[in-house]
């Protein structure tokens, strides 16, 4: 007789902050995903600013008990949450303070106190709004013509994830363009004259690729329409091509099989800041 899995453990997680809560979120996942047998329940406060924001948000706590993280600068509502979880035996954890304290010590500065510092309307903000524009704009091979003054050019066959990794990088204020690698045409002749953007080529194994083709055809109610698309076979030839194309061009190359879009990310951010870096 096969034994049952053992069902997973629930417990309550508060995110109180006093910006978006994106950094806690952010670290709650990265925690929490090194415990499998438990599934943390998020509560999540963002932009608590006031005393009758703080005491609701305690109020919700203390009715459904849990570990608590907060990112919160203002001293005062900050002494009010820790003496309240204290008195209900809460661990609170400001997850910012080992950080900001190395900084403070390291740079001789005092902290600014500024909720939501890193959401300003500053240069920052408004390079990753422009990132996204381009970027949404030069999707699947758009806009040959205006790819230089892009920072990164994703190359690959159909399914490798070029587009949600141009996303995510344009999210971190990269113009990320993605150029499709078709077996039935030459690559665009607009790439081999490139001399700002970094250039990489993306690839998968071929039983992965089909395997995704596949589950892709058949959402689409066309698995009779394109069988050549998944065929293992075919899939082979393609993957082949591209990785002779790169490896004529010098191209830095990314395996995708095993890694999801954020990881592949952080590895052309790495390529990108050492490039640039020299």
């Not at 952010?26 to 924001?53: C, D, G, N, W």
């Not at 004259?193 to 194994?205: C, D, E, F, N, Q």
């Amino acid at each position: 007789m096969r034994k049952s899995q053992p069902l997973a453990s629930y417990f309550h997680v508060h995110l109180v902050s006093d910006s978006t809560g994106e950094t806690l979120n952010a670290m709650l996942k990265a925690t929490a995903s090194q415990f499998a047998a438990a599934k943390p329940l998020e509560h999540i406060y963002a932009l608590v600013r006031s005393r009758t924001q703080m005491e609701k948000t305690l109020a919700e706590i203390e009715a459904s008990p849990g570990l608590v993280l907060y990112t919160i600068i203002n001293p005062e509502l900050r002494r009010l949450l820790e003496i309240r979880c204290s008195e209900l035996q809460t661990p609170a954890i400001s997850i910012l303070d080992p950080l900001l304290n190395a900084f403070t010590e390291y740079l001789g500065l005092q902290q600014s106190l500024r909720p939501g510092a890193q959401h300003q309307l500053d240069d920052a903000y408004f390079k990753r709004i422009s990132a996204l524009d381009y970027t949404l704009s030069h999707d699947d091979g758009q806009m040959m013509w205006d790819l230089e003054p892009a920072d990164v050019v994703l190359i690959g066959i159909s399914r490798t994830s070029k587009t949600p990794t141009c996303m995510y990088l344009a999210n971190r204020g990269v113009k990320a363009a993605n150029v499709p690698l078709v077996p039935t045409s030459e690559p665009p002749p607009e790439l081999f004259t490139l001399r700002k953007p970094l250039i990489v080529g993306l690839i998968a194994s071929p039983e992965r690729l089909a395997q995704i083709r596949k589950s892709r055809l058949g959402a689409m109610q066309a698995a009779n329409a394109a069988e050549e698309y998944s065929d293992l076979d075919l899939i082979r030839l393609e993957v082949l091509a591209a990785k002779r194309l790169y490896a004529k061009n010098r191209w830095p190359v990314i395996d995708v099989t095993r890694k999801s879009v954020e990881e592949t990310a952080a590895s052309i951010l790495t390529k990108l800041s050492a490039r640039q870096n020299r």
